[in-house]
């Protein structure tokens, strides 16, 4: 199994650029989490995911990001446009939300964007 | 807002159990604790969780206190491998899945 999977793995572009990041999520998985994680900070959610349905956005700066999850299997992050303060990692995650079981959140390894 | 407490750094020998002290003194019944790490430029991966019993898998062991405000992660045996950032988190299975980490324990397993 693949795991969860994320492109590019780095991104340098200027301000005022846009920029998109994609996740596959793990085959099966319902429940899809795009992260923003600062450097020396947590992860922080910036929405949620259930199939094809955003159930939670409220972090999610939309004047600048969206998303978007075709057919409730992958997704796309996007940022226009970037201002130097969006340098982070993205994360992006997915989970089985079956009754009565719980296997965790699968994280991908991360987009590094860095805005000069 | 986090709803847990851990130190920001901790060092370990490898080779000796390595226990990671979180505090969650406003846990709910229907919270869990869940404990995940992250090393260096890789994505947060999954280690143990549990609601009120002590439970071990193959990476560790999590020690919950009988009043559930507390919890310890042990690492049996440290290895360099892992040293990591690791989150302690309580998440309400039945409130969205959501996970929010706070900052974290920094471990360095040292030589």
């Known amino acids: 199994e693949a795991g969860v999977v994320q492109s590019p793995r780095y991104k340098i572009i200027e301000k005022k650029q846009p920029v998109a990041f994609w996740c596959n999520p793990i085959s099966g998985h319902n429940t899809l989490y795009w992260y923003r994680q600062n450097l020396g900070q947590g992860p922080e959610l910036l929405i949620r995911y259930e199939n094809e349905e955003a159930v939670d956005d409220s972090q999610l700066p939309k004047d600048r990001f969206s998303a978007e999850r075709l057919k409730g299997v992958d997704s796309t992050l996007k940022i226009q446009p970037a201002e130097l303060g969006d340098s982070a990692v993205y994360l992006c995650a997915s989970s089985f939300g079956g009754t009565g079981v719980d296997y965790g959140y699968t994280f991908g390894s991360g987009t590094r964007l860095t805005v000069v | 807002d986090a709803k847990t407490t851990q130190p920001p750094s901790m060092d370990c020998a490898e080779g000796r159990a390595a226990n990671l002290p979180c505090n969650h003194s406003?846990?709910?019944?229907?919270?869990?604790v869940y404990w995940y790490r992250q090393i260096h430029s890789q994505g947060p991966q999954y280690i143990i969780h549990?609601?009120?019993n002590n439970e071990t898998n193959e990476m560790a062991s999590l020690i919950i206190t009988e009043d559930r405000k507390s919890s310890t992660l042990i690492l049996p045996h440290a290895t360099l491998r892992d040293t990591a950032v690791y989150y302690c988190?309580?998440?309400?299975?039945?409130?969205?899945?959501?996970?929010?980490f706070g900052g974290g324990t920094r471990l360095m397993v040292k030589p």
């Open positions: 549990g609601l009120k």
């Open positions: 988190i309580v998440r309400d299975r039945n409130a969205g899945n959501m996970l929010t």
């Open positions: 406003t846990i709910s019944g229907n919270e869990y």
